[in-house]
């Protein structure tokens, strides 16, 4: 039984790991699809809105995700990158406004 345990709490931080490195990834993907969009130019302002929303929502996933785990220095320095981030996104985005 407890071999069973280990084996159950190894996969759920493995799958947490993907699903964290998956959140992390869209996200920068999400940021790169934006800043792609100079202007507005290749998007029009609605899209622009929406894909910013949903990087607002991707941001919201992944510092629960990261919250919701062990805290570790790794976990502290992607929530600290996640900050960041969310702040240069949230000060541009009032720039374009």
Same mark, same amino acid.
């Given at each position: 039984? =407890?071999?069973?345990?280990? %084996?159950?709490? $190894?996969?759920?931080?493995? %799958? ?20 792609? !969009? ?7 302002? !609605? ?10 929502? %991707?941001?919201?996933?992944?510092? $629960?995700? #990261? ?5 570790? $220095? ?7 990158? #996640?900050? $960041?981030?969310?702040?240069?996104? #949230?000060? =541009? !985005?009032?720039?374009?406004?």
């Amino acid at each position: 039984m =407890n071999r069973n345990m280990e %084996s159950s709490k $190894k996969s759920v931080g493995e %799958s947490r790991e993907r699903f964290l490195a998956s959140i992390e990834r869209l996200t920068g993907l999400l940021l790169d699809r934006l800043a792609q !969009t100079p202007g507005g130019k290749l998007m029009d302002e !609605t899209e622009t809105r929406m894909l910013g929303s949903v990087v607002m929502r %991707s941001f919201g996933i992944w510092e $629960k995700a #990261l919250k919701g785990g062990p805290r570790d $220095k790794q976990s502290e320095q992607k929530l600290g990158k #996640l900050g $960041k981030l969310r702040k240069i996104f #949230l000060e =541009n !985005t009032d720039r374009e406004d």
